[in-house]
């Protein structure tokens, strides 16, 4: 495989959600030096579970990082309520990007008036806060035709992104469906690359395809010492 152009490299490290401490294990110390990753080379956000939000928010102030959180993770099986109110609670908290897993299983009984009420119910909580709002769609769950059937509703939604996976489910973000959701929805909306980003060459190959925003965790800052990628004050 070709070296990364420098180009590319700077385009890739300017729309990484940073994700390593979206870990079920993950501690406090892990959150902070995510954070200070971040900081370093100017990622676009760092994601942590709503129980470290307030680490994020202390240690990304000022920075331009996001400090982002998961709404109805990972199944997306909670209530339209529980969902509301913990991006509600996490958006006063300091929360400034919600991921949010759509109700896969209602997705799956073709109840789509049900996925576009979710979905519709916690846009309209964090629309006054004006934060990007992404939904899973978990692809690894779905077919070729509920991807396309997935990836339209979301936008009919009026999300601003489009994520394929929680990480957590099964399956993992590929070229194909990348290619497949951007031919499907057009220029818009956004969309982010999540699950199985296995090196910097596989970030750089999704956004190419026409991923705007790539989940990455630790390797990818190993990847950048090696390359000695400069960092920015943080």
């Not at 152009?5 to 892990?30: C, F, G, P, Q, R």
């Not at 900081?39 to 920075?63: C, I, M, T």
């Not at 965790?217 to 990847?223: G, H, I, N, S």
Request: proline share 4%; glycine share 10%.
């Amino acid at each position: 495989m070709d070296k990364p152009m420098h180009e590319d490299i700077a385009a890739l490290v300017a729309a990484i959600d940073y994700s390593e401490a979206l870990t079920v294990t993950a501690s406090e110390t892990v959150a902070r030096e995510a954070c200070r990753s971040a900081r370093e080379y100017g990622f676009r956000a760092v994601v942590a579970f709503p129980q470290f939000l307030a680490v994020l928010v202390d240690e990304l102030s000022g920075s331009g990082v996001l400090a982002q959180i998961p709404v109805g993770f990972p199944c997306g099986g909670s209530t339209t309520l529980v969902k509301c109110n913990e991006a509600e609670e996490g958006l006063k908290r300091g929360a400034s990007d919600l991921d949010m897993v759509m109700n896969i299983a209602a997705f799956k009984q073709g109840d789509y008036r049900k996925v576009r009420e979710d979905i519709a119910a916690v846009m309209g909580v964090a629309k006054p806060f004006g934060v990007p709002f992404k939904v899973i769609i978990e692809i690894g769950l779905l077919s070729e035709e509920e991807k396309v059937t997935a990836a339209g509703l979301v936008k009919d939604c009026g999300a601003d992104f489009i994520k394929t996976c929680t990480g957590f489910g099964p399956g993992r973000a590929t070229v194909h469906d990348i290619a497949l959701i951007r031919q499907t929805v057009g220029s818009r909306p956004g969309i982010k690359a999540s699950g199985g980003v296995a090196s910097m060459e596989d970030g750089i190959a999704f956004m190419k395809a026409g991923a705007n925003i790539i989940a990455m965790r630790r390797f990818l800052v190993e990847q950048l010492e090696k390359l000695d990628w400069p960092k920015r004050s943080s």
